[in-house]
Structure formats: C-alpha cells, structure tokens
C-alpha cells in the first residue's frame, strides 16, 4: 500500500512516520524506533516474543499493523524500566533469574504485565493461562512462573506505596492546620 | 545504531598498562585468554560461547574465584575471531568440562604472576602473601596492601599459560561451587542487550532469501541443481528492491526495509525441477531400515547366541525415535559487511572458527581476512540455522557491496535447521534361568552427519553427497553388567537434514535400553528399580539412583496398576537412570541422571498428564549450582515436550512442520511439578550439565505409563491419539465404532452450483437477440467547480453506501482506480478504473452515459459491461443518488492506472451476448415505496436493494449468472470465493440475528454473537462507515423484517447453549481430527481460546456454514480485526488484533486437518465437511492468482 503519514506514541514518545500503514508494527518498532525489546520469533501470532503493551493489553506486533496502533500508547519493554529503575514485573524476572538465552523473555515479561493490569490477584491458573501461548523453547518455565508469582507481589507492594505517597500529604496538610 | 566490534586480541598486546596471559598455538601464534587490565578490570577470552546456557557468567566466577576478585569484575568475550582463541565448536557440554580449563590455568598463571611481582616489592616469599577481593597482602597483620594496578602500572606485560600453576583448593572457593546470579539478564529483562538480531550497521540493507522446494534436504542429486528461472518482473511492483540475487539453487533478496524484502521473498515467481517422488520421513522405521548404512561394532562380550538360544522369555523390541527439530524459539538472523578485502559477520554461530573456514571456501576468500563477530542469538541445542544465514548474509553483502541483515522466516528456520535424526532402536534380551539378563544385542541406526552450511550446498560450492558421521554410538553401551552383550551402530548418512541435537544419539539409545530393562524386571518380577540396581557396576551411579529414589519416596513394585485411579485417571510412575556419554567413542561421560516420573494417563482422551518430576543429578563440582539447576529445569522440560509432543512431519521431500502449530512445544499449563536433587561432589571434577537430564526423560515416562495402564510405547510421540489406540485395543474396542456417532454428513460441494457475479448467455437464440447500443460521444472532463458542495457530499455517502471501493479501489489502494480480480466459473473479470482520468477511467462520460451504465449496464462507447457490476440493483436507485454519485466521481483525482484484460473462456469473452442476458434479467423498474411500512424500514429497503447491491454477494445465482428470485433472494450466496450468508433470515448462524446484532455488524464488523466481517465484507463495511447511523439502524430495520428475528433474551439462550456445546466437544473434536487438534493448540490458542470477542469461534457462522470456504479463506490469508471497530473512541479499551494469513506456513492437508478439529469443536452439531484436501487446495490456488 502506498505510504502515508503514521503517528505513534510508544513509551509516551510521539513518532511521524510515512509508511505503508499495513507495515507490521513489531517492523517499525524495531527497525525504525530501533527499540530491541520486542523479538522477531514467528510473525503468524503463535509465541508471543514481539508483544507489546497498548492501551495496557498485551499485543503480539508482529500481527498488527501500524496503522491498527496509531492513536493508542504503546509500551515496549523499553518504556517498562530501566537495569537501574526497572518496572516491577522486570525486577522479579530479575530476582527469579527468569531467562535462559532470553529471547522470549520479552513476551513473558509483557505478558505478565498485561495479566496484572487487567486482573492483579491472579491464581496460579490465570498466569499459565495468560503465559500458555508464549513459547519458551530453553524450557525456563519454573524460573517464569515463579518470576510472575513474584510480579504479582511486587506490582502489589508497589501499589502499597503508592497509596502511602498519597497519604503522606494528606496527613502532612492536617498537621500544619492542627499546628 | 547498534554496531558492536569486539576489541581485537591484537590491540590488547598495544595498550600501555595490562598484564596478559597468552597461550601459542601449533603455528606459534599467541592466543590471549585474559587480560589484566586498568581499575582491576579482567577481560578473559573462551573460544566457546553461551548459547543461552549461562556459560558466560560460569566462566566468570571460575576466572574471577581463582584471581580473587569480585566477580563483577570479569568480562567475558566470547566466540569472536579477533579476539579470542580458536577452541573449536561448543558442543557436546564440553565448556566446563574442556574449553574452560586453559582458561583456569591463564587466571592460576596470572595469580602467581602477581603475587610473586608483589613479593619481589616488598622482600617477601610469594607464599605468605594473599589475594582478597582483588587486593594483595600479607598473611596475618599487615600494614601494606596493593592492588593490581600499582603492579601493571607502566607496561604491557605478557605471560604464557604454566600447566604447572597451582589452582586454588576447592576448600579455599568462594565463588565457585556457589549460586551466582546471571550478568546478562537484567539487560535481557530491560531491552538493553544486543542480539545479533539487534545489530544495525551503518547502510544497512534488508535481505530476505528464498529457499528451494526440497524444504530441510540437503542431499541428492537434485539439490543445488534445481532452479530453473527466477522472475524478476514478479516483484518489480514492490518499492525498494536493491537486488535479487542467485547463485544454484541460493536465491536470496535485498531491499532497503525488511518488510520489502520480506513481502519481495513471498512474492517471487520462481520456477524449479519436478522433484522425484520420495518416502514419508513421518514413520521413519522403515525409511532408516532402507538407508545404506555400515555396520560398525562397538562391543562384542560373552556370547550373546548361545545366552540368547536359553532365554526365557526371549524378548526382540524395538524402540523407534522421530526426527525432531531443535526449534529456537528466534529464527536465525546475521548481518554481513563485505568488501575486497575484508568480510565482517555478526553472527549467533556456535562455531565461529570452523565457521570461518566455510565462509572462506564460500567468497574464495582468505580466512585472515575475515571477521566473525559472535553474539547471542536465541537459545540453540545443537545445531540450528545461525551459520546458514551468516554465509546467506556474506553472499548478499558481496552483491550489493553494502551491509546485509538477513532474517530467516519461522518458516524457513523450522524446515531447514539440522534436524535431531529418527533412530530406530533394535534390542534382543531376555531373561535365563535366574530372572537375571540373559544377553543384549543393541543395534542402533542414526542417519546424521555434521550438515554441511547449506549456501555451501546450494550454491554448488560442495558436493551435495552427504558424508557420513560416526555420532549414532552415544551412551550406546548400556550401564548395566550384562555378561553376554553385543552392540553395534550401524552409521549411515542422513536422509532429511540432520545433525546433533541435545543428547545426540544418547537420547534415543537410552529410551531403549531403559525401557527394556524395566521389561527385563517386570518379567522377572523384580522392582525395577531394585533390578537395575544389581547389575549397576558404577557407585555414584548407584548413590544417585538410590538418593533419588528415596527422595521421591519410591515404592517397589512388580506389577503395573499400583498407583490406583480416580474417575477417568489412571496414575503411574516409572524411573530411568542414564548417564550421557558423549564425543568420540568410546567417549567421556557428562554428568548422571535419574528421572522418576509420575503420570496421570486419561483412559477417555488418552491424553497423558505429567504431575511431578524427581530428577536427581551427579555432576561432579557445580561451578554455578543456581546454574546447574536451570539446566535441569531445562531440560526436564524440553525433554518431555519431545517425548509427549514431538515429531516432525514430512510430505515427500518437504518438511511439513514449519511453523508451531505443526510442531507445538511444552506450554505453561502443561508443565510439571519438578524437584530437582543436586548430589554434593565438591571435590570431583566438574562435568558437562548441560544435556545430561535429558538423557533419562523417553524412558522414565514410558515407563510410567506402563504403570498406569499395563500398555508398553516403544515410539515417539506419546500423542493422545497414540495411547487411546492402544487403550481400546488394550479394551477390545472397536476402533471405528465411533464414526457411527458422527453426525448424518452432507457434501458441501453438492449443494447448488454456486456461481459468482459474473454471468454470460449460452444460449445461441440470446446472442441473435442482442441488439446493438450507440455509444454516447465523449465530453470534455466536467469541471468540479459546477457540482455544489452540497452535492458532491450527497455523492460520496452515495458512494459509501454502493460500497464502489470495495470492488474499484487499486491493488495499492488508489480510490476508484480498479483492478481487482474476480474469479466466476467463466472466467477472470477485472474492476474497472472508475476515476475521472480522460484516457483510463470515466472522465470523457456524459452524465447520460454514466446514468446508463449504472443502470443497464452498457458503457459509455456501447460495450456491455459485465453484471459483476451490480446494475440490475442499481436499476432502481434514486435518480438524485445517482447524479450526486456522478459529481462525487467527477471531483476525484484522476488516475491512470490501467487493469489487466479479462480472461473470460469463450463464449463468456463476448460481451454482446449480455445483451440478451439483460432481456431476461435486468428488470429497469425504479425502487417502490411500501407505504404501509415506517419510512426507516423504505429507507433500509432502498439501501439493501438498490445502492447497497446486497444481493449481488446474498443471492444465489443461476447457470447463467443471474440472482435467482422469490424465496432464494438474500437467501445466501457465493462470491470471489467466499460464502455470502443468508441475511433473510433462513440462515443457520449458531445464535439468531437480532436487530441490534445487526446494527453492530453493519456499523463496526463485528458482533459479539456472530463473529466479524471477512473477505468482501470486511470492505463493505468499511465503506459504510460514511453513512450516519439513522441508515444503518435503518437496514438493520429492513433486514429483521424479512425473516425470523430474535429477541434479546433468546439470542442469549442460544448463545450460553453454544458456548456449553463447544465446552464439551472438546475431547471428541481431538479425537476427530488429533492433528488439527494440535496446530490448533499450537497455532490457534493464542487468540482463538483468549476471552477476546473478536476471536471466539463457537459462534462464528461461518464455523456453522455448510460450506468451509470462509474458514479456510481466513486460515490462508487471515483476518484483520474490523477497521471501523479499532477506530472507534470507545474501543479503545479493545484488543487489537490480527490474523495473519497461514498460506505460507501450513500444508493443505494441515489446514484440512484444523479446520475439520475446529468444525467439530466448535460447531458439534454440525456435520463434518468433506473433501476438504481438495477445498483447501483451489482455495489456495485462488489466493494466489489474485
């Protein structure tokens, strides 16, 4: 299709871009964005090593177009964190050593992700389900699942915490009227 | 741009401070294997590289335990020419066992190095001096420390590796024999590590290649002799094409964007050979049995005849292994940068010297003039196609003279990475007097070799006879004591592409000698465990079996069936004990392993639940136990995905399993329980782990299911399929008894003749009847400017709501400009460019010419247009729509794009003859109000017959082409190869269609209860959208009224009734089709099981259709989640998704397969559909002429 004129917002950045809108996105994302986090693995949907988050979801780019993205807020692994300020869900596959070669490790990460957004006290059923179609072929599973047990604590910790950031003023603002 | 070039080994010998361990080679060149260097930093250098293993991090703790330094000093260049030495290939779990212990020696070297310089500062015997945390002091109270850098400071100092230098005692380890956590994961974790996908080079270019039809073949006659010609026309329509590229039978593409390259590679017209009829690999016992193999013995003790001649019982087994493939989990990617004098490849090769010599052999280059980057790539357990695509890229690159990214396809990498091998296992024993061993003879036939790069093979750079290797004796000799035994490996070439994979040949033997001692001891009536522990010679074998045993609170047992059941669950455990021997025979032994397995066995699906593994291993010294465990995790789980689920499948020469649904792998759901044991051997040597906990895992689970059922498996696979059979047989249950339960079957494809929107008299009486039509003169181009604004907005809904794009847009998406081919029964016809251009499209068109086309189907110069153009429905339109459609065309950009002629088959090509078709058919009356219905229900009346031209797809046709009348109206039809339901209410979608449904479909694609607009539809939707929702409502009004509309709350019953149906068909569709259960799984789960409305296929209509074009149109060329859907504000909290298209990546059978598992799973009540081969094939063949 002849190229035309692409916004995408990935990791809260805004991108032009004159492209095919049929262009994969997992194409742009890495080769224009250069962002490596998303993997090429099957390009059909069936292993999830290119998921993304948009809007919150976990989305295999590799079956998508660009065009089908544009407007939402994409989030690579990448816009998760950091090795020094990494995304809860990073830092438990961190602690749990969740990797072997890595290559899908992006996918579980996201997919984990994705599960706590929209469900965050899942069972240990609901995080196989929601991993049951990302492939691990080096056979890291335990490492993964535990990774995801972990996630979930933290995710909920760090939530913990960002109660308490609110409170903190609330109680601070009392005690200067009390004062 | 992510370029990565490792610093040369030879700029180490010119930095001005740095203390350097250096090995010579047999030339007398100096090899470096570490460098001490500023800050304390320690770089050291391994010829092997991690494959995803974590070797990177175990040879760090080694180097930096025995220079006492912390470990996050240490950097470990792996694999890269420049730079480190050349150690040979990493296989068989030999980095710690072998490739690691110069480099032991060089930091040891270096240690005393260091301490006899400090010594000599400070008038001290190097012996009381001490290394703690990378800093040097006396023993005991000191007043003085130094560190590394005061003693390199100044100079560039070398040393050469002392075999003699003393290592530290084990007792003295602090790093080593410890958990360590990896140093690549949390850049892994957060994007920020480079993959050799990941490399990007200054002008890069995309190269995509395009493999030969002998899919995973790489010897014959035929191969690198096949090609006959390359069309190169076939892409020029694609933009950015730098060059196609052929060499034999090497085609490869380059572009400036990969997915030009990628849509290029897809799209290449190329033509080849005939290939020679060849024999299904798929049961692969008697294609090995046929191969010409060389017997070669590798023991012969007692006399096995005369042992043999007493036996009783005599038990002749054989055990037979599939091919399987390695699967990486990324397909092989490599960048290459070629000049005259130099070849740079970033490459994931595990070889990267012998690599080298290939590629010099390929460009007839020096092999001092070329560099192998080495960086890591997706995890890789022998062999898979990382040197296939460096020589791919190294051949780009010198064509174009730029850097080349070469990507493989899941495809390609899964038919043509080296396969692990089939083997077929022959074994004779059995028991003497005692109970005990009568004799063993094992013959073991393996067909690999070490799979020449294949560009070597394509180009004709190599012969393309294979060689053959002597790899099939691995772990060969059994562990038992056998008094009487003879084995023999009868070596042979490979049939299918094969080489090394995890366990090797190791694997496969152990299955059989595992399970035939566990029959030995059923026989005798022995525990197997308690069997095999008499004649085990090896004492930390027989520590580990017993350790692990107890650990698993093992039971002897001497019957099957012990383990009781629950409803339909039979349990079971089985044990098997192995210990993986690997290289050159008679080879050394890796670690051991023992396995006992416990399994829940279903007698109704025959589907085998794996619950807990209790693997126990002695692998000597662990440098990195965290490590260690990882790789048993690994491998128990690899293992048994191989076991369960794994065999590659063949169609003649092709490998048929290319994506994963043809070859699923273990998912989360499926993973066991697994309690490892870690045997304690701190002051043994340590042993290779990587592959060891494999070796076990056939055995172990047969075994298991023997004691489940009482049934013994001798092959691979345990598919559901597999262990039902055996259980009826097993029950006396007729195998075809069930077909009796399949619902009445009906013949899809005899059904009425359904024929496309094409239609031409045969009739010779029409033909004399056709009069002859003037032709209006041609008129200037009218300007825009006279048509009001107002009416040229009135046109375009006109547009929107006649859908004119959906038919008339361009291949590449140019409104109006035509092109699209219909394939009728009579032949191809093509849109036809609409646009206002003078020359190619409408421009020179009078009104009353337009007007006479729409309606009477006559072109502006008296030709006849074909009734693919709907004007028999346009017949009745508004003459106000159709002079606003005529402004809103004449405002367009013109466009000069020309279609393609038709191919119609005479007499069709005469466009006279629908002259006469149009006395019998074209009804020229205007659209009738109903004055006793609403004026939305008119409205909805005029849009669904008129503009919108529903019946055109909804109607079927007659011999002649034309829309059958009365009941058969919007009663369902067929058009550009899809099914067009009926939307009169006749239809058998799975839950009723109400108005709102209605609305939703025709509004957004999609409704929850029916599944989303496909093919054609999908455009016309799309086209739709323009119109205001009043119109919209005001169809779905007209298209209720015309048949049986539910309500709200029967659609709901329907619907949960559905949903349940689908539930429960699950068992008997995977006993209907087990293969299409299986791509499903593999290919299907990831959206079509998921929550996602989009993709729930129970209530999908076209499931439910009597014919299965629509499904195996989406199957082929996939869907794309409705545009008008996604676009929405409030679907932003929606899923996007895709179906991407399965052409390229199933076979006609595997979609016949899947499509037959999800008619019965998803629409049980449904009979099955026929001929489905046969569909899915002309299906295709439609597909790819368009």
């Not at chain 1, 579980?108 to 179609?133: C, F």
């Not at chain 2, 050349?86 to 296989?91: A, E, K, L, S, V």
């Not at chain 2, 006279?912 to 006793?932: I, M, R, S």
């Not at chain 2, 559905?1058 to 290919?1083: N, T, W, Y």
Request: one cysteine or more; hydrophobic letters at 40%.
């Amino acid at each position: 299709m002849k190229p035309q004129s692409i916004h995408l917002t990935v990791n809260g950045k805004s991108h032009e871009l004159d492209l095919s809108p049929d262009t994969p996105l997992l194409y742009v994302l890495r080769n224009d964005l250069c962002l490596n986090g998303p993997k090429f693995g099957c390009g059909l949907g069936e292993c999830g090593a290119c998921a993304v988050l948009v809007n919150g979801k976990t989305v295999r780019s590799c079956s998508i177009s660009v065009a089908a993205a544009e407007g939402r807020q994409i989030v690579t692994l990448e816009g998760l964190g950091t090795v020094e300020a990494p995304h809860p869900v990073q830092k438990a596959f961190v602690e749990q050593q969740a990797a072997q070669c890595g290559y899908c490790l992006n996918g579980m990460i996201m997919a984990v992700a994705g599960l706590i957004n929209r469900n965050p006290d899942p069972t240990e059923a609901n995080i196989r389900e929601a991993l049951k179609a990302h492939l691990c072929r080096c056979g890291t599973h335990m490492e993964i699942l535990a990774a995801a047990r972990r996630a979930v604590e933290l995710m909920r910790e760090a939530r913990l915490d960002e109660t308490r950031l609110v409170e903190i003023p609330v109680e601070k603002s009392r005690r200067e009227e009390a004062l | 741009m992510t370029e990565s070039r490792e610093m040369m080994a030879s700029a180490y010998f010119d930095v001005p401070e740095a203390l350097l361990v250096i090995r010579r080679n047999a030339a007398g060149a100096r090899e470096l294997f570490l460098a001490i260097l500023p800050g304390g930093q320690v770089t050291a250098f391994n010829g092997h590289v991690d494959l995803g293993t974590g070797i990177r991090t175990a040879l760090a703790q080694i180097v930096a335990e025995e220079l006492d330094i912390p470990f996050e000093r240490v950097t470990m260049v792996l694999g890269t020419t420049t730079a480190v030495p050349d150690q040979g290939p990493t296989i068989a779990s030999e980095t710690i066992q072998i490739a690691a212990k110069p480099l032991r020696l060089a930091a040891a070297t270096a240690r005393r190095h260091l301490l006899q310089m400090a010594g000599a500062l400070h008038a001290l015997e190097p012996a009381v001096l001490m290394i703690e945390n990378g800093v040097i002091r006396p023993r005991g109270e000191s007043n003085w420390e130094l560190d590394f850098d005061e003693l390199i400071s100044g100079r560039n100092e070398e040393i050469e590796i002392d075999p003699a230098a003393p290592v530290k005692a084990v007792g003295e380890y602090r790093l080593v024999g410890k958990g360590q956590k990896r140093n690549d994961i949390a850049a892994k974790a957060t994007g920020t590590w480079s993959y050799v996908h990941d490399v990007r080079v200054p002008g890069m270019l995309h190269g995509r290649v395009v493999r030969p039809p002998y899919t995973g073949f790489d010897s014959g006659d035929f191969v690198g002799r096949s090609l006959i010609s390359v069309d190169e026309a076939s892409i020029a329509h694609i933009p950015g094409i730098v060059s196609v590229v052929v060499d034999g039978d090497f085609i490869g593409i380059v572009a400036t964007r990969e997915e030009f390259a990628a849509q290029a590679a897809r799209e290449l017209k190329t033509r080849w050979h005939a290939l020679p009829d060849f024999q299904d690999l798929s049961e692969p016992e008697e294609p090995l049995r046929q191969n010409r193999s060389k017997p070669r013995l590798l023991r012969d003790q007692g006399d096995v005849e005369r042992a043999l001649a007493g036996a009783s019982p005599l038990m002749e087994r054989t055990y037979v292994w599939p091919y399987q493939m390695h699967a990486s989990i990324g397909p092989s990617c490599a960048v290459a940068d070629w000049k005259p004098d130099e070849l740079v490849v970033w490459s994931g090769t595990q070889n990267p010297y012998p690599m080298r010599r290939d590629l010099a052999l390929l460009l007839g280059m020096p092999e001092s003039s070329i560099v192998v980057e080495r960086l890591e790539a997706a995890g890789c357990y022998g062999r898979n196609c990382a040197d296939d695509v460096t020589a791919d890229a190294a051949l780009l690159s010198r064509a174009v003279g730029r850097p080349v990214r070469v990507q493989l396809t899941r495809e390609q990498e899964h038919a043509w990475e080296p396969k692990g091998a089939a083997q077929v296992i022959d074994v004779r024993g059995g028991l003497d007097l005692e109970g005990g061993p009568a004799g063993y003879e094992f013959d073991t036939r393996y067909p690999s070799n070490l799979s020449p790069t294949l560009a070597l093979i394509l180009t004709g750079r190599v012969p393309n006879t294979p060689d053959v290797a002597e790899m099939g004796d691995r772990t060969a000799i059994p562990p038992y004591a056998f008094g009487n035994m003879r084995v023999t490996v009868h070596d042979m070439p490979p049939i299918a592409r094969a080489s090394w994979f995890r366990g090797v040949s190791a694997m496969p033997n152990s299955f059989a000698h595992e399970s035939f001692i566990d029959e030995l001891a059923a026989a005798a009536g022995v525990d197997p465990v308690e069997y095999r522990l008499r004649y085990l010679t090896d004492s930390r074998a027989a520590d580990l079996v017993r350790a692990v045993t107890e650990k698993a609170e093992w039971k002897p047992r001497t019957r099957p069936e012990t383990e009781g059941a629950e409803g339909d669950l039979l349990y079971g455990r089985g044990f098997a004990y192995a210990v993986y021997v690997h290289g050159k025979f008679p080879g050394v032994p890796a670690a051991w392993s023992a396995w006992v397995a416990d399994v829940a066995v279903n007698k109704k699906t025959g589907e085998i639940a794996v619950t807990k593994i209790t693997v126990g291993q002695d692998s000597g010294l662990m440098i990195n136990p965290d490590g260690v465990k990882h790789q048993i995790h690994g491998n128990v789980i690899q293992s048994l995905s191989r076991v369960l689920k794994e065999k590659v499948s063949f169609d003649g020469l092709k490998v048929e399993s290319v994506e994963w649904g043809g070859y699923p792998i273990m998912t989360f759901p499926e993973v066991p329980d697994i309690d490892v044991l870690m045997l304690p051997r701190p002051n043994e040597e340590p042993l290779g782990v990587g592959e060891s906990a494999s070796v076990p895992s056939a055995a172990a689970i047969v075994n298991a299911v023997y004691d489940a059922t009482g049934l013994r498996f001798r092959e691979l696979p345990l598919t559901p399929d597999r262990i039902l059979k055996a259980l009826r047989e097993q029950r006396g249950e007729l195998l075809a008894g069930s077909a009796a339960a399949i619902p009445k079957k009906r013949s899809w494809w005899k059904l009425p003749l359904a024929l496309a929107g094409i239609a031409g008299a045969v009739a010779g009486g029409i033909t004399l009847a056709s009069p002859v039509r003037g032709a209006f003169a041609p008129i200037p181009r009218p300007d825009p400017g006279v048509f009001s604004a107002a009416t040229i907005e009135k046109g375009r809904l006109v547009a929107a709501a006649a859908g004119c794009n959906v038919c008339h847009v361009g291949a590449d998406g140019t409104a109006f400009s035509g092109g699209h081919g219909f394939e009728t029964p009579f032949g191809r016809v093509y849109s036809t460019n609409i646009s206002p251009d003078l020359v190619h499209g409408i421009g020179n068109w009078s009104y009353p010419a337009f007007e006479r086309a729409m309606r009477q189907g006559v072109a502006r110069d008296g030709r006849h247009l074909y009734p693919v153009h709907p004007y028999t429905s346009f017949a009745g339109a508004d003459e106000a729509d159709l002079q606003a459609l005529y402004a809103y065309l004449m405002s367009q950009a013109p466009s000069v794009a020309v279609p393609p002629e038709n191919t119609l088959k005479a007499p069709f090509n005469i466009r006279g003859l629908l002259a006469g078709w149009n006395v019998l058919y074209l009804d020229p009356q205007p659209f009738k109000v109903d004055e006793t219905k609403t004026a939305s229900w008119n409205r909805g009346a005029y849009l669904v017959e008129t503009l919108g031209h529903c019946s055109a797809c909804h109607t079927d046709r007659n011999m002649l082409g034309a829309e059958k009348q009365g009941s058969a109206h919007l009663a369902g039809g067929y058009a550009d190869g899809w099914v067009a339901p009926a939307i009169n209410g006749a239809g058998a979608s799975p839950v009723g269609w109400t108005r709102a449904a209605l609305f939703d479909y025709l509004r957004t694609g999609h409704s929850a209860d029916h599944g989303s607009a496909g093919g054609p539809m999908a455009g016309v939707v799309k086209s739709l959208s323009a119109l205001p929702d009043e119109d919209i409502a005001a169809m779905s009004e007209y298209l209720a009224s015309r048949g049986d509309a539910v309500s709200g709350e029967e659609a709901a019953k329907q619907r949960e009734a559905k949903l349940v149906a689908a539930d429960a068909a699950k068992g008997r569709a995977l006993e209907i089709s087990p293969a299409g259960a299986r791509i499903f799984e593999g290919a299907c789960v990831s959206c079509h099981e998921s929550a996602s409305p989009l993709a729930g296929l129970a209530l999908n209509t076209n499931v439910s259709s009597g014919r299965p074009d629509n499904v195996i149109n989406a199957i082929l060329g996939g869907m794309h989640a409705p545009a008008v859907l996604t676009a929405q504000a409030s679907a932003a909290d929606l899923e996007i998704m895709s179906m991407p298209g399965f052409a390229e990546s199933l076979s006609d059978r595997q979609i016949a397969d899947l499509a037959a598992y999800v008619r019965a799973r998803f629409a049980p009540d449904e009979a099955p559909w026929e001929g489905m081969k046969e569909a899915v094939s002309k299906a295709r063949a439609a597909v790819a002429g368009h």
